[in-house]
């Protein structure tokens, strides 16, 4: 017989620990199942202290790991399954509980403690706001008072795949052209200190008379090999300004107005933003909030601050008895938006047509991601094509007036 050390959770939450002989582990877990028990780990007892630092390692490791979307999504799915089944919700967190790994494997089992315990499931959620953010708190909560929480969590998962989505499309989107501009900084950074000086060096043993063009090519390299690291230092430091400038409300309005003021990238994030103010205000209607609610928690899910203040100036003059099209009469709104929940307010089917906007707005950034990609090949040819040419044709002047002379 081999002693196992176990913990394990009662029925009411309550977590226990101890030592059960068995001839293997799978005849411990088969003794602790048959006591009514859930058993959250188990060890044979040869080094007690040892096990207890490896768990501790591993809980102090897997709390570092960040919890994917994509576990959260299958969180919720599995959820909204578990419910609809007609299992009770502690049941159904702990059959996921048994199904997770790593970070989301602690969170749902204190969930599943705090419930058990008697708190709600959207106080559960709340205490880890850096995984369930507040909308999905918000939408439990009205769950929880209309006894719809298997829909509501389906309903999260699909906003959250959608998200996800659009989150990745603006990425690939913004992926081309910062390879792209990477790839010839790099490129001017080795012409620059690899190649041109010993072009310059071989040009000036000769004694001839360089080409303009030429001479033009060799002050650059002079200037980057004698201020390059001092450039560098001060793109660095600008880089660190912008970040850390981005973190306050002032300078990081100021930068989200500048970038909605490029060319076709501008255009992209607000698409960006559109589609998560219209999928937002969809999810949060049917979730039984009122709009100046839902108007309050999208203002958070909008990336741009300068967009986030035109909802929060909208959720305050319809606070004041405005109507929605007057309210959205923003230059930074849509004005499909404007148009479409004035035909979603006197219909009565307000979250409907902001699911339906939100679809076309995702459709046009769609296409707009694929327009800035296809602008980007030609530029990322003149680019770097003309970088190179240039170094080509200053080397062959070079070469024909040392020819010549």
Request: glycine share 8%; charged share 20%.
């Amino acid at each position: 017989m081999t002693g196992f050390r176990y913990t394990a959770l009662r029925e009411n939450g309550e977590e226990i620990k101890g030592i059960i002989q068995a001839p293997d582990m799978r005849s411990a877990r088969a003794q602790l199942k048959s006591r009514d028990v859930f058993v959250t780990s188990i060890n044979t007892d040869d080094d007690p202290a040892a096990i207890e630092k490896n768990n501790d390692v591993r809980n102090m490791l897997s709390d570092l790991m960040p919890v994917t979307v994509m576990r959260k999504i299958f969180f919720f799915r599995q959820l909204s399954v578990l419910l609809r089944s007609g299992m009770p919700l502690a049941e159904s967190l702990r059959s996921i509980e048994r199904l997770m790994t790593g970070r989301m494997k602690s969170i749902v089992k204190d969930i599943l403690r705090q419930v058990t315990r008697g708190n709600r499931f959207s106080q559960a959620l709340g205490a880890h706001p850096s995984v369930f953010p507040g909308i999905v708190c918000h939408m439990v909560r009205s769950a929880e008072a209309s006894g719809e929480l298997d829909i509501i969590a389906e309903r999260i998962a699909g906003h959250m795949e959608r998200k996800a989505e659009l989150k990745r499309q603006t990425i690939v989107t913004m992926l081309y052209p910062s390879i792209t501009l990477l790839f010839a900084i790099g490129l001017f950074i080795f012409l620059a200190v690899g190649v041109i000086p010993k072009f310059a060096e071989f040009i000036q043993r000769r004694g001839n008379v360089v080409p303009p063009m030429t001479q033009a090519l060799i002050d650059v390299s002079d200037f980057a090999q004698s201020w390059g690291i001092l450039l560098m230092i001060v793109f660095m430091m600008t880089c660190a300004a912008i970040v850390y400038s981005y973190q306050k409300p002032g300078p990081r309005r100021a930068i989200d107005r500048i970038i909605l003021m490029i060319p076709v990238f501008g255009h992209v994030v607000h698409l960006s933003c559109m589609s998560q103010l219209c999928w937002g205000l969809s999810v949060l209607l049917r979730s039984g909030l009122t709009i100046v609610e839902s108007l309050g928690i999208v203002k958070d899910l909008v990336g741009n601050r300068v967009v986030s203040d035109s909802i929060i100036s909208a959720g305050s003059n319809i606070s004041r008895g405005g109507t929605l099209e007057e309210s959205f009469r923003h230059a930074h709104i849509s004005p499909l938006i404007q148009q479409m929940a004035s035909v979603g307010e006197s219909s009565g089917s307000l979250d409907q047509i902001m699911d339906e906007a939100g679809n076309y707005f995702e459709n046009a950034l769609q296409v707009k991601s694929k327009v800035l990609a296809a602008l980007m090949e030609p530029v990322a040819i003149l680019l770097i094509g003309g970088m190179v040419g240039f170094v080509y044709i200053a080397f062959f002047s070079a070469v024909f007036a040392i020819s010549g002379g």
